[in-house]
Each structure stands twice: as C-alpha cells, then as structure tokens.
C-alpha cells in the first residue's frame, strides 16, 4: 500500500479534486468553504470533523466565521498535499452533507 503522507504530484492533486467538486487547491493545500444554516450548526460540523481529525491524526486548518466555515487540508510534515488530504476533504464534505441534511 503506498504511503498516505508521500506528496502527490500536480496531477494526482487534479485528479482528487475531481471527486470533489467543493475542494481547489493545488500543491500547496486543498480548501473549501461552506455556509451552514446556523452558528450552532457549523459548530457541530467542526465538532464533528474534529473527532475525524483525531481519529485519522490529521488535523485541518479550520476559520470559521459566524456560520461560515472554510477547510485548509495540507500535510505539513510532508509539505503538501497527500493522500491523507483528499481523504480528510471526502469525509469533511459528508459532515457538512449529513448536518445541512439535519438542519441544526
């Protein structure tokens, strides 16, 4: 199985994304940005992907403001983007999926 922390290449990034269509970025870190319904509501989305972080130690660089969140995914100890990136952006986009489904 190939390293999930080796850097990926322009390419591999481009190809990522595709899969997700919220997400831009390129060598440097992966980011997107979401309005939730509520404050309460995207704080439950950082809660959540907080206990995602943990799970996967790999943590995102997270702004929120008011009920506007924005997701910065770059493996620092590699230097880039990894594997470890868009599998974090794929999960981070089904909590914000599943908590605009619920309508906190």
Do not use: C, Q, Y
């Not at 994304?17 to 919220?22: I, Q, T, V, W």
């Not at 929120?64 to 990894?82: C, D, E, P, Q, Y």
């Amino acid at each position: 199985m190939a390293d999930k922390r080796a850097l990926l290449d322009d390419r591999a990034i481009a190809d990522g994304l595709r899969n997700l269509p919220a997400w831009e970025g390129d060598s440097e870190g992966i980011s997107r940005t979401a309005e939730l319904a509520s404050f309460r509501a995207a704080i439950a989305v950082v809660e959540a992907v907080a206990d995602i972080a943990e799970e996967m130690d790999h943590h995102p660089d997270i702004d929120i403001r008011w009920r506007t969140l924005t997701f910065h995914n770059a493996t620092h100890s590699s230097g880039g983007v990894t594997r470890l990136d868009l599998e974090l952006a794929k999960r981070i986009d089904e909590v914000i999926g599943s908590v605009s489904e619920t309508a906190l």
